[in-house]
């Protein structure tokens, strides 16, 4: 038997352990796993970790906010994406209103196909509730986005769900098999801090910080969770970043709430001291990065199994967009790159500082999104019968992190400057090459939409 490509002699790795051997490859899709597997075409992986593509579930590419437009567009973003060994990643669909969410997903289809490099998906953001809304969202989830979003803020760009909209969409998207995630800030606590930052007279990047102090999250999670448990239905929680919201997880999580969450690595690795340097705005994103003692939190969380998912959240603008903040924190593009160093940094302060075993890596980065957002297992798993998207990750190769080395349209890098051991060097999505030794060799429009499977029991009430 001769297969397509076989990757031979790499420590084939899974959630259950690593293997020595080949992995062969037919058309777009995993043949065989085994040992002395030939193919008309070989790549050599002796010595490297061969890995399932990791899966991005939170970007935004060329996203309209803030007054601008966020820097990486979907082709360049996703060859970051490849460049970073994430195979497939999920951006928005962001309903605007007055046009329904079915036109929101066909106009950001429009804008992704014929320019993804990698596969993705796409999230339904729901910014209004009403019965032309609740009409859609069955038809939606048979089209293969059985995942929502709503936020909890943002009532000024009108896209705030308020408390009984996100109890009326979990209780629907429930009888379909979805679930709904939440972008878990309080409004009103964040309006009532940023009033008294300006009778202080305080503008600052640290200002960001100030405003956005913990409970601002935390209490909306709380309340997500509460409305969760009493509507039924499964809730994720997005970009979760204090030690309290983790605290309600887990309350959660044992009073028996449908309730998952992700975190990323901006919120393990940075703190809020980086807001007091010159170019502290350049680290302004939403929830802010945190204090250290959140930090261990979300380590622990992760190490308890409470935290299932790390993903970046993306949201790229270069150092001359971030400049329209003129010196108050209220008006920066809100947002960094940094989903070409997820898995990177995943290993490397994962893994090899041993706070992650490589498996539990794996489950963070490739199964758990897989499974949870309706891919697995054609994707997250290099199983016989799955797509074949494959990084094949050198895990002694020495990085220091610098924006001139990165795909993204970035001028700077939240993560400037840091030291990694472990870096990907070659990237196949369904079969294809697209990163070979750190050089990009894909091609814009060969990544596809993933229709995605429900995601969730079917709530017959
Ligand atoms: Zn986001």
Redesign the pocket.
């Known amino acids: 038997m001769t297969y397509d490509l076989v990757i031979k002699g790499g420590s084939i790795a899974s959630s259950s352990g690593v293997t020595r051997g080949d992995l062969a490859i037919r058309g777009e899709t995993i043949a065989a796993l085994g040992a002395d597997l030939s193919g008309r075409e070989t790549i050599d992986a002796t010595g490297k970790l061969v890995l399932p593509g990791a899966i991005d579930v ?1 970007t ?1 590419f060329q996203l309209p906010f803030c007054g601008t437009v966020s820097a990486d567009d979907f082709e360049n973003g996703s060859k970051a994406a490849a460049m970073g060994g994430v195979t497939t990643f999920i951006d928005f669909a962001i309903q605007a209103k007055p046009a329904s969410i079915t036109e929101a997903i066909e106009a950001r289809r429009g804008e992704a196909d014929g320019k993804v490099c990698v596969d993705y998906g796409l999230h339904a953001a729901l910014t209004e509730w009403n019965a032309d809304r609740q009409a859609e969202i069955g038809g939606i989830i048979k089209s293969g986005i059985p995942t929502f979003k709503m936020f909890m803020i943002y009532k000024s760009q009108g896209w705030q769900s308020t408390d009984a909209d996100l109890y009326c969409a979990l209780r629907e998207v429930a009888k379909h098999g979805g679930m709904v995630g939440v ?1 878990a800030e309080s409004d009103d606590l964040i309006n009532l801090f940023q009033a008294e930052a300006e009778r202080e007279g305080l503008t600052g990047a640290y200002t960001h910080a100030i405003t956005r102090p913990a409970v601002t999250e935390s209490e909306a999670v709380a309340r997500a969770i509460n409305i969760a448990d009493a509507a039924g239905g499964r809730l994720y929680i ?2 979760m970043s204090t030690g309290q919201s983790l605290d309600h997880l887990e309350e959660g999580i044992l009073r028996g709430v449908d309730v998952h969450a992700e975190t990323g690595p901006h919120y393990l690795l940075l703190d809020d001291e980086l807001f007091k340097r010159e170019q502290g705005h350049h680290f302004a994103t939403c929830p802010p990065i945190r204090k250290p003692a959140d930090q261990e939190r979300l380590w622990e969380g992760l190490s308890s199994g409470s935290v299932e998912v790390l993903a970046t ?1 993306t ?1 790229t603008f270069t150092s001359e967009q971030k400049a329209m903040w003129g010196g108050d924190y209220r008006k920066i593009p809100m947002g960094m790159p940094g989903i070409e160093v997820l898995l990177p940094l995943s290993y490397s302060k994962g893994v090899g500082e041993g706070r992650l075993e490589l498996g539990h890596m794996l489950e963070l980065l490739c199964e758990n999104p897989a499974r949870l957002f309706g891919m697995w297992p054609r994707k997250g798993t290099l199983s016989v019968g799955s797509d074949a998207d494959v990084v094949i990750f050198d895990p002694d190769l020495q990085v220091t992190i610098s924006h001139r080395d990165l795909a993204t349209n970035c001028d700077y890098n939240p993560f400037e400057g840091t030291r990694v051991t472990g870096w990907p060097t070659t990237t196949l999505v369904r079969g294809r090459v697209v990163v070979r030794d750190r050089q990009f060799v894909g091609s814009p429009g060969y990544g596809r939409f993933v229709k995605r499977e429900p995601v969730a029991p079917v709530d017959g009430r």
């Open positions: 939170h935004h972008h997005v970009h959240d949201c």
